[in-house]
């Protein structure tokens, strides 16, 4: 029998919904608090799915989400709201959640997600186990026959046969990873480790022992090649270490030599932000000996055809699901679209179409995501697979620093020259933290270190709830 976690701090809603999900067989374990979920789902690796509520006083569904992206617990989650707002679907699906449902849910609604969450859950642990065979990657295995790729395998060719540092730019969901992988099968150290490190997943401290550290990166990449994501995303210090090693090859804290390649991605041009200050000048020469850039899949849409067949054969296999293809109208739609998330999104979308489709081929109405920019905001609320966001397309030029830490707008004096009002102050503060994180009230508030609800009165005593709505219910 299937287990199924159910976390809502009404007791009320905790126990109909356990009710429902018992009825159709599943096993439902009920808890009460974020801290509760947190233990059961470090505890029981073998639950299907999770039904959670989003708000609960002591650790939300936000940070439950978090804390299970952090922790590695991929278990499909049902995000459990009392609102419909557009906002809030967005959020959820950003943060992880595969569905949501509006409290009080009906059981045929409940059911259904239920279904589908353990059926992508199948999916997810099928594609985990392939990982390994996909680690080897060949500069043939990339999806391409578009001229503006030509550049990019033809530079990737000559990486290969040198050690020297490479720098490789593009948005997020380019396959820079994957660009990295062939340039080192195809070279001298092929054979020898290939480790990764993403800058802009750990905090300061953990970044310095994860890199440098006894049992770090650096060490673990010795004789081959260690590819670092997100490099401009690396603090001051670390970067001043780093760049001790390549000029050294040594770490300098330890003394210990390394023979290592450094393969460096960042989806913001580094050159940018070493003009910004943000990240060091001498480093920045030292990473960019061998500079390729990775176009956006908007600017290579001839190989999205290409694309879509290759995942959809992939994929398909994994879930052991006969899927014979897509229609005519679901290529020109997946063609017509701006990808902000390139490739990555574009799987991510056919991995979701292929594990909750009901038909051997795929249809428009298995791609709501893109859908919901063309249809309004009722269908797009309809449409609960919505998962991606279909923001506009960032070029890279345009991105903001990773690490940017600059102070917030505003200062402490009027013209007059007198002290400002601590109201105002808290007014300016609290409206360039919504500006910093685009609305979204959860982080604002993290940040600023209040509650949600606190935050939503200031809103309304500063007359800044004008057109904004909760991003959590």
């Known amino acids: 029998m299937t287990r199924v976690l159910i976390v809502d701090d009404d007791p009320l809603q905790l126990r109909l919904t356990a009710e429902v999900a018992s009825r159709a067989g599943f096993s439902a374990l009920t808890v009460d608090s974020g801290e509760k979920a947190l233990e059961a789902l470090r505890g029981d690796p073998g639950l299907g799915a999770v039904v959670l509520d989003l708000v609960m006083p002591d650790l939300d569904g936000m940070a439950v989400m978090e804390a299970m992206r952090r922790d590695g617990l991929n278990v499909p989650v049902i995000a459990a709201t009392s609102t419909s707002s557009l906002e809030t679907v967005v959020t959820v699906m950003r943060q992880g959640a595969i569905d949501f449902i509006v409290k009080p849910a009906s059981p045929e609604r409940l059911l259904v997600s239920l279904t589908n969450a353990l059926r992508l859950g199948r999916l997810e642990t099928a594609m985990r186990g392939a990982l390994p065979r996909r680690a080897s990657v060949a500069l043939s295995d990339i999806v391409t026959s578009s001229p503006v790729m030509d550049r990019v395998q033809a530079l990737a060719a000559k990486a290969a046969k040198t050690t020297m540092p490479v720098l490789i730019e593009g948005e997020a969901g380019t396959g820079k990873e994957m660009l990295a992988r062939a340039i080192h099968a195809m070279g001298e150290r092929a054979g020898k480790p290939f480790v990764t490190l993403d800058c802009a997943s750990l905090l300061p401290e953990d970044l310095q022992r994860a890199l440098f550290g006894r049992f770090g990166r650096l060490l673990e990449a010795h004789g081959g090649t260690l590819f ?149 905001r009722d269908e797009a609320l309809r449409l609960s697979e919505a998962g991606i966001s279909t923001m506009a397309p960032r070029h890279i030029d345009a991105a903001p620093p990773v690490n940017n830490t600059e102070p917030p707008a505003g200062g402490f004096l009027t013209a007059a020259g007198e002290i400002s009002p601590l109201a105002d102050m808290e007014r300016a503060l609290i409206s360039t933290a919504l500006d910093h994180y685009a609305g979204h009230m959860s982080k604002a508030a993290r940040a600023l270190g209040i509650g949600r609800s606190t935050l939503y009165r200031k809103l309304k005593e500063y007359g800044l709830d004008t057109g904004l709505e909760s991003d959590a219910a």
């Open 228 to 376: 670092l994501a997100e490099i401009g995303a690396l603090p001051d210090d670390l970067q001043a270490q780093l760049g001790y090693v390549l000029q050294h090859g040594r770490i300098e804290a330890t003394g210990e030599r390394v023979n290592v390649r450094i393969i460096a991605a960042t989806r913001s041009r580094l050159l940018n932000l070493a003009q910004a200050g943000t990240f060091r000048e001498d480093l920045y020469y030292r990473l960019n000996v061998f500079p390729i850039y990775m176009p956006p899949l908007r600017d290579r849409r001839g190989d999205i055809a290409a694309l879509t067949a290759h995942f959809i054969t992939a994929l398909a296999a994994e879930a052991g699901r006969r899927i014979t293809g897509l229609t005519p109208a679901v290529l020109d739609l997946l063609e017509s679209y701006d990808w902000p998330g390139n490739i990555g999104q574009l799987e991510t979308m056919l991995y979701r179409a292929i594990a909750l489709c009901d038909t051997a081929e795929l249809d428009t109405c298995d791609f709501p995501q893109i859908l919901a920019r063309t249809v309004g």
